[in-house]
C-alpha cells in the first residue's frame, strides 16, 4: 500500500512462489482502494524489466518488478542497467528464499 499511496501505480509481476507474498500484498492493496494499481502478469523477467522501462521513459514514473529469486533477478540486469545509464526511473521487487533455506548448494 505504501507504494501506490507513494505513487507507484504500475507493477509488472513474474509469477514465483517465493514473490507470492508480495503479489498478494498488491491483491490487497488493490481491494482496499487504496489507489490506482495495474498489476500485469509476465512470464518472462527480462520482458516485465524492460516493459518497466518503457513505462519509466515514457511517464517519468517508476514501475515496479516483482520477481522470485535466484537467476530471475539476473534476467533483469539488462533493462535495469539501461535504465541506470539513461536515468530512467524503475523499481525491482525480488524475493529471497526463508533463512533456513539459504547455503545449501541450490541456485534457488
Not at 34 to 44: E, L, N
Not at 54 to 71: D, E, F, I, K, Q
Request: one cysteine or more; hydrophobic letters at 40%; a positive charge.
Amino acid at each position: 500500500e505504501e507504494l501506490v499511496r507513494s505513487g507507484v501505480t504500475q507493477f509488472y509481476i513474474c509469477p514465483g512462489s517465493r514473490s507470492t507474498p508480495l503479489t498478494a500484498a498488491l491483491a490487497r492493496a488493490t481491494r482496499s482502494r487504496v489507489g490506482t494499481v495495474h498489476a500485469i502478469s509476465v512470464h518472462d523477467e527480462r520482458g516485465a524489466a524492460f516493459r518497466a522501462l518503457g513505462y519509466g521513459r515514457r511517464t517519468g514514473r517508476p514501475a515496479a518488478v516483482v520477481t522470485s529469486s535466484g537467476t530471475a533477478v539476473a534476467n533483469l540486469y539488462p533493462a535495469v542497467m539501461e535504465a541506470g545509464m539513461d536515468g530512467v526511473p524503475i523499481l525491482v521487487l525480488t524475493a529471497d528464499r526463508p533463512y533456513e533455506n539459504r547455503d545449501t548448494g541450490a541456485n534457488q
